[in-house]
T-cell receptor, first 118, second 115 residues
């Protein structure tokens, strides 16, 4: 597909369970970002991958949150022992990165995964 | 740390009215500036962006924004809104570096256009 895809589109889980959210970035994009969109908090940065560099985890709200990116492409965001305050829309974005002496900071967003923790 | 302020939480306009949504950012260095739009039930889409050059940038659907460095502002404008402009609008900024950096978003402004 041409855009960023995310799965599942909706996830309902019980408090205390673990969840995995998946992101497929645009082919060729070296940078991948996870954000969270919740009522009252707006859009918050969670974690960022750039090529083979160590990820920037500075936005992760707690050690229950982790993410990995395999093969420089697909990424999985894992939330362990979910809490009700984790309920939000989790957005993934990708961008081209540093290509041929210029940088492209335009980020393309996926449709998001709506997580509801009961 | 960077931060972005959007002054209006909810704006209600009649069709054909002019629109201006305020955005101010705080960061001492050089930044890239963006406006994203999220239509009901859809994902975030880029409206326009400023990296360098002419501070007045044109985007899609008749939107424009002006970067005023001295005021740390990047206000979004449209001369005549349509019902289809009903959406949530987000201003965002990231640092201008040799690579990519995460976006810092404002809390968004919900625009409702009524007939």
């Amino acid at each position: 597909g041409a855009g960023v895809s995310q799965s599942p589109s909706n996830k309902v889980t019980e408090k205390g369970k673990d969840v995995e959210l998946r992101c497929d970035p645009i082919s060729g994009h070296t940078a991948l970002y996870w954000y969270r969109q919740s009522l009252g908090q707006g859009l918050e940065f969670l974690i960022y991958f750039q090529g083979n560099s160590a990820p920037d985890k500075s936005g992760l709200p707690s050690d229950r949150f982790s993410a990995e990116r395999t093969g420089g492409s697909v990424s999985t965001l894992t939330i362990q022992r979910t809490q009700q305050e984790d309920s939000a829309v989790y957005l993934c974005a990708s961008s081209l990165g540093w290509i041929s002496g210029r940088h492209s900071n335009e980020q393309f967003f996926g449709p998001g995964t709506r997580l509801t923790v009961l | 740390a960077q931060s972005v302020s959007q002054h209006n939480h909810h704006v209600i306009l009649s069709e054909a009215a002019s629109l201006e949504l305020g955005c101010n950012y705080s960061y001492g260095g050089t930044v890239n500036l963006f406006w994203y739009v999220q239509y009901p039930g859809q994902h975030l889409q880029l409206l326009l962006k400023y990296f360098s050059g002419d501070p007045l940038v044109k985007g899609i659907k008749g939107f424009e924004a002006e970067f005023i460095k001295s005021k740390f502002s990047f206000n979004l404008r449209k001369p005549s809104v349509q019902w289809s402009d009903t959406a949530e609008y987000f201003c965002a900024v990231n640092r201008l570096t040799s690579g990519n950096t995460p976006l810092v978003f404002g809390k968004g402004t919900r625009l409702s256009v009524i007939a």
